[in-house]
């Protein structure tokens, strides 16, 4: 859920050989996006569908599709787990005509298979992101992302409860980017949705990170206290999520 200050969920990654994807499209991201690249161009990469991460892609279509001189050039990927396509699809036809609920003219459809690593952005060699989803724990099909590109690694979580997944997921990342949604809260949460601080930090100390980033913390929560949670389980470096920061090689 996006605050005053944050438009959650999303986060842009620019790779070295100038190719753009964007990892969630929640409210307020589309705005931020046309403030830093060009909202054409981008793969698009989602980890769910949930609204807090998907609801400005019917904006983003709208540009792709009808912008008058920058209207998207080539078709893109949109990259997510199980049926994800066709929800997104009766999402944007519920904001249009029937047509909208089929996105193929502007996108290439890529199903997330946890465990299949996706080359995105182009091949490696070239520059390109290796991209391998992880099968998270919530509600609806949820992936988390490695990315690994430049020599720079980071991985983020999507929105999951606990799962040993976690670990693999972010093994070794230099920047871990991890929900911690109930902050310092354990007891009393419903089960199979979300994480607290503490668990978020027994993921970056189990996985090995660099750096633990706490995200998807509710703008009406205290992120201090997610802060404390996940010092009392992880010795490295933490900080909060915020809009505008930055990272990488
Ligand atoms: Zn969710
Ligand atoms: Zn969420």
Redesign the pocket.
């Given at each position: 859920?996006g605050g005053p200050n944050a438009p959650a969920?999303g986060y842009f990654v620019e790779l070295d050989n100038g190719r753009t994807f964007v990892l969630d499209m929640?409210p307020g991201v589309f705005v931020e996006l046309q403030k830093t690249a060009d909202p054409a161009a981008c793969e698009l990469l989602l980890s769910h569908v949930?609204p807090?991460?998907t609801a400005d892609i019917p904006g983003l279509l709208v540009w792709r599709r009808f912008h008058p001189t920058a209207p998207s050039k080539n078709k893109n990927l949109l990259v997510g787990p199980a049926d994800i396509h066709q929800r997104i699809g009766t999402m944007c036809a519920a904001m249009g005509d029937e047509s909208d609920s089929d996105l193929s003219d502007t996108f290439i459809n890529v199903r997330a298979v946890p465990g299949e690593a996706l080359m995105i952005g182009g091949e490696p060699s070239d520059g390109g992101a290796v991209v391998t989803p992880f099968e998270m724990v919530h509600p609806v099909p949820t992936v988390g992302y490695r990315v690994e590109a430049d020599g720079f690694s980071f991985a983020y979580s999507g929105?999951s409860a606990w799962t040993e997944k976690l670990v693999e997921l972010a093994r070794g990342v230099d920047v871990f980017i991890c929900?911690a949604?109930w902050c310092a809260k354990e007891d009393g949460v419903p089960p199979n949705m979300h994480m607290s601080g503490y668990e978020a930090g027994r993921a970056a100390a189990l996985a090995g990170v660099k750096k633990l980033v706490l995200t998807?913390i509710p703008p009406y929560a205290n992120g201090e206290e997610a802060l404390e949670a996940a010092r009392t389980t992880f010795d490295g470096d933490i900080e909060l999520a915020y809009l505008g920061m930055e990272f990488g090689s």
């Amino acid at each position: 859920m996006g605050g005053p200050n944050a438009p959650a969920s999303g986060y842009f990654v620019e790779l070295d050989n100038g190719r753009t994807f964007v990892l969630d499209m929640g409210p307020g991201v589309f705005v931020e996006l046309q403030k830093t690249a060009d909202p054409a161009a981008c793969e698009l990469l989602l980890s769910h569908v949930h609204p807090d991460h998907t609801a400005d892609i019917p904006g983003l279509l709208v540009w792709r599709r009808f912008h008058p001189t920058a209207p998207s050039k080539n078709k893109n990927l949109l990259v997510g787990p199980a049926d994800i396509h066709q929800r997104i699809g009766t999402m944007c036809a519920a904001m249009g005509d029937e047509s909208d609920s089929d996105l193929s003219d502007t996108f290439i459809n890529v199903r997330a298979v946890p465990g299949e690593a996706l080359m995105i952005g182009g091949e490696p060699s070239d520059g390109g992101a290796v991209v391998t989803p992880f099968e998270m724990v919530h509600p609806v099909p949820t992936v988390g992302y490695r990315v690994e590109a430049d020599g720079f690694s980071f991985a983020y979580s999507g929105d999951s409860a606990w799962t040993e997944k976690l670990v693999e997921l972010a093994r070794g990342v230099d920047v871990f980017i991890c929900e911690a949604t109930w902050c310092a809260k354990e007891d009393g949460v419903p089960p199979n949705m979300h994480m607290s601080g503490y668990e978020a930090g027994r993921a970056a100390a189990l996985a090995g990170v660099k750096k633990l980033v706490l995200t998807h913390i509710p703008p009406y929560a205290n992120g201090e206290e997610a802060l404390e949670a996940a010092r009392t389980t992880f010795d490295g470096d933490i900080e909060l999520a915020y809009l505008g920061m930055e990272f990488g090689s």
